[in-house]
């Protein structure tokens, strides 16, 4: 199915989960498949690329704990106002490299209490729909060390071990709020039927919101 994007609301999906489980790869194969089935698809990441995004990104050994969650949480607002909310409100359908799911791991590694986290990010938009990638820490921690580890956050089983319970833990908690997730396992999945899962998930709700538009 293909809708014009003049005819379809904005969308934000956020894709997360432990590094070396393909969020990068899928993010884009997804945003690759929307564009060639005529959506408006817009491929982001958290934390962004701008000034503040990259202080959170390449300085994790400068900044951690609270001062680090409150630096992810300022560039994610910035991020939100000055990119995913007029992206959605032009009606691309929106797919973020990382959302809100991932402080809820990364900042608890930092040793971070989860009500804090919860505070600092209690005004960022949820997404339409919130895909989690899993992935065994055994295949994981081998990715990492062969493409290289990204921060501190990732330094061997140990870590990829932790990051795994922690998103377990994670989608628990959230759904207890009526999140709207999608858990798809990339331990052996091939990146790209993941990506066809994932888009059928979203012409899904698409779909949901021109029944219920016509339904009005």
């Known amino acids: 199915m ?3 994007a003049t005819r379809q609301r904005g969308l934000l999906v956020s894709l997360d989960g ?3 489980s393909g969020k990068s790869t899928v993010t ?3 945003t690759k498949l929307l564009t060639e089935r005529g959506y408006q698809a817009h ?3 958290q934390p962004s690329h701008n000034q503040l995004g990259g202080i959170a990104r390449t300085m994790t050994d400068t900044y951690k704990g609270e001062s680090l969650t409150c630096l992810v949480a300022a560039d994610r607002y910035h991020h939100q106002a000055n990119e995913i909310r007029p992206r959605r409100a032009a009606g691309h359908i929106v797919i973020c490299d990382r959302y809100v799911p991932s402080s809820y791991v990364l900042q608890r590694m930092d040793g971070v209490p989860l009500a804090f986290i919860e505070a600092v990010n209690a005004l960022v938009d949820p997404p339409d729909l919130a895909v ?3 992935a065994n820490p055994k295949i994981t921690s081998k990715r990492i060390a062969k493409r290289g580890a990204h921060s501190r956050f990732e330094s061997g089983l140990h870590t990829s071990t932790t990051e795994e319970r922690l998103y377990r833990e994670t989608v628990e908690h959230l759904d207890k709020y009526g999140y709207p997730f999608v ?3 990339s331990t052996h999945a091939k990146p790209d039927v993941i990506a066809t899962t994932i888009v059928a998930r979203i012409e899904q709700l698409l779909s949901s919101d021109e029944t219920e538009v016509a339904a009005e």
Do not use: H, M, N
Request: glycine share 12%.
């Open 28 to 30: 884009a194969l997804v």
């Open 43 to 45: 491929a982001t990441t």
């Open 132 to 134: 989690i990638l899993t």
């Open 183 to 185: 858990v798809l396992d």
């Open 2 to 4: 293909t809708i014009s």
């Open 18 to 20: 432990p590094g070396g």
